[in-house]
């Protein structure tokens, strides 16, 4: 058996295109991994209600506009009733930029948290 090292692995030329929707289930599964997020939600409120989407829907609670500078991303999450909201934010914004730069080697240029609902126990 043998292992490769970092020295015998070659670079194959050509582009890698991510679509949006893979970035976008990209961000919804690191927004669930985030300490006080429950769950994902729709930008728009019906009758002013946030309903949490299911796993497979997590994309709906993303949008991402791609600019120069880099990626334009906005979160629509429920948060756990009881956590400190500032900073359940700062840290859903510090795994999504830490998970885009990192796995997907795209840079992130701002990162907006809207919070649409509290879950109670």
């Known amino acids: ?3 490769d090292s970092p ?4 670079a194959v030329p050509g582009t890698l295109r991510v679509a949006d929707r893979v970035i976008s289930d990209l961000i919804g599964y690191a927004a669930l991994e985030s300490y ?6 729709a930008p728009s409120l019906t009758d002013s209600v946030a309903k949490l989407l299911p796993v497979r829907a997590l994309r709906r609670g ?8 880099g990626l334009l991303i906005d979160l ?16 859903l914004e510090d795994r ?5 730069e990192k796995y997907a080697e ?8 809207h919070v649409q ?5």
Do not use: C, D, W
């Open 96 to 100: 999504v930029r830490f998970v885009m």
């Open 117 to 121: 609902g509290i879950h109670v126990q």
């Open 62 to 69: 993303v949008t991402v506009k791609r600019r120069a500078e």
């Open 36 to 41: 006080g997020i429950v769950g994902m939600a």
């Open 7 to 10: 020295e015998s692995i070659t």
């Open 1 to 3: 058996m043998t292992t």
């Open 76 to 91: 629509y999450v429920v948060i756990e009733y009881g956590v400190n909201l500032p900073t359940v934010s700062k840290n």
């Open 106 to 113: 795209l840079p992130v240029a701002a990162i907006s948290v």
